[in-house]
Nanobody, 124 residues
Framework: QVQLVESGGGLVQAGGSLRLSCAASGRILSYYTMGWFRQAPGKEREFVAALKWGPGTTYYSNSVKGRFTISRDNAKNSVSLQMNNLKPDDTAVYYC?????????????????WGQGTQVTVSS
């Protein structure tokens, strides 16, 4: 069983940066997939970025590629999402997710564990 807790959300102006963190209570093993998703009001949950814990392979949606970076901290058992050049369209609740299987990281229904979410608001 893994519990995930996100932090780092907030209000920022367009063009600014935020860093989200996701701390896992259980041990993240090498075969885990860690992902970040977001959901804006009235919209479906959307894939943002993911990381295969063992090899460190990363994945990004086209909408954030080049602006967001996902990374891991083995010692802290956590994954982070550095978000630069933020746009109003990035406004959403951001969720951290984890799966103990080798899944397609873009599919939200493949993940077993979810955090409570953290709000990111980008003003124009």
């Amino acid at each position: 069983q893994v519990q995930l807790v996100e932090s780092g959300g907030g209000l920022v102006q367009a063009g600014g940066s935020l860093r989200l963190s996701c701390a896992a209570s259980g041990r993240i093993l090498s075969y885990y997939t860690m992902g970040w998703f977001r959901q804006a009001p009235g919209k479906e949950r959307e894939f943002v970025a993911a990381l295969k814990w063992g090899p460190g392979t990363t994945y990004y949606s086209n909408s954030v590629k080049g602006r967001f970076t996902i990374s891991r901290d083995n010692a802290k058992n956590s994954v982070s999402l550095q978000m630069n050049n933020l746009k109003p369209d990035d406004t959403a609740v951001y969720y951290c997710a984890a799966s103990p299987e080798d899944i397609r990281p873009q599919l939200h229904y493949s993940y077993d564990y979810w955090g409570q979410g953290t709000q990111v608001t980008v003003s124009s």
